[in-house]
């Protein structure tokens, strides 16, 4: 068993400071002796306290475990990282071109939470739009947080930075592509693309596939000519090159995402399957994007209610009747 913290008092006639905790990091008698001083007796006591704390609760880091960059560390984690080949480049492109100039020499010990919000600030001002700030704060978050759980670094700072406002925008389903629009996107994009406007590619989530999207099944996931993974901008530089050909408003590939939603949701689907095959994080989320193509539903639930408890209601005429049988002499 490991000895407790020692709080040494150095004498306040010498020079520096007055008070040094000395422990034991775990380990028992083999664990690495370290110690810390400090001006005060109160935050020596703190100090101690906390180490022993830690150590309890088996969430002890050492101090110099976060004594590596941002970028060395990255670099480390997504060569580990198991996950899809799109979701490697991705996030390899969020640390590479938009973290690592901010962040990238810092230790990761030391990154705060004041430093993601000015890193959040940073993207604003180069005009990130507030989705594209979400992505890479998913991606840098997902990092931080293999971080504490390999004990490098004790909280997330992610967690703890104040997040930038994402509103959900209502969509308005009359500035989507038409079926016929889209019919004419996936021919003009060619026979090796057009799978991924029908379904989106790298999209994994199970959603219901009609059978007459069965042929584009082998097709997926797409490759490129080689048979390796497309490279990121490949669909969007094609689709913008495909819009601009047939002459087309300057619908996106997400406009997909959303006229599939709409479809759902004004057909009678119910709003908790839409949010659930969206991959939405809560119901909210979809309700405030989308719940206005519901409104139906507020017919259905008077019509519900007016059935129910319609014929238990006092009408005009019972109601003056029931009035005057109450005063009726006995």
């Not at 150095?10 to 690495?32: A, F, I, L, Q």
């Not at 004594?67 to 997504?78: E, G, H, M, N, T």
């Not at 994994?204 to 000519?225: H, K, Q, Y």
């Not at 490949?234 to 913008?240: C, E, N, P, Q, V």
């Amino acid at each position: 068993m490991s000895r407790l913290a020692q709080i040494i008092d150095n004498g306040s006639t010498v020079s520096g400071k007055r008070w040094t905790v000395r422990y034991r990091e775990p380990g028992g008698r083999t664990g690495r002796q370290r110690e810390k001083s400090f001006s005060r007796k109160k935050d020596a006591v703190d100090f101690a306290t906390k180490m022993e704390g830690d150590k309890r609760e088996n969430i002890y880091v050492a101090p110099d475990a976060g004594k590596v960059s941002l970028r060395r560390y990255a670099d480390d984690w997504l060569a580990k990282k198991t996950a899809s080949a799109g979701t490697l480049e991705s996030y390899e492109r969020i640390v590479r071109l938009h973290v690592a100039p901010h962040l990238g020499s810092k230790m990761i010990s030391q990154v705060t939470a004041a430093d993601i919000e000015g890193l959040y600030a940073c993207w604003r001002q180069d005009g990130a739009a507030l989705n594209t700030i979400e992505s890479r704060h998913i991606a840098l978050s997902t990092l931080f947080s293999h971080a504490v759980r390999h004990r490098r670094i004790p909280v997330n700072p992610m967690t703890q930075a104040e997040k930038l406002e994402n509103p959900a925008i209502p969509v308005d389903d009359r500035k989507l592509p038409g079926f016929e629009e889209i019919t004419a996107i996936a021919k003009e994009i060619g026979p090796r693309l057009s799978p991924a406007i029908w379904r989106k590619e790298g999209e994994w989530r199970d959603i219901p596939v009609p059978a007459s999207l069965e042929p584009f099944i082998d097709r997926l996931p797409i490759r490129n000519a080689s048979g390796g993974m497309p490279y990121p901008d490949l669909l969007r530089k094609s689709w913008d090159r495909a819009i601009k050909r047939i002459e087309l408003p300057a619908y996106n590939p997400h406009d997909l995402r959303h006229k599939w939603t709409t479809v759902a949701l004004t057909d009678g689907v119910s709003i908790h399957e839409v949010s659930r095959w969206l991959g939405h994080r809560s119901i909210k989320v979809t309700v405030d994007r989308y719940g206005h193509l519901t409104q139906d539903g507020q017919e259905r639930c008077r019509q519900v209610v007016e059935t129910t408890v319609g014929p238990h209601t006092l009408t005009a005429d019972r109601a003056t009747a029931a009035r005057g049988a109450d005063s009726t002499p006995s």
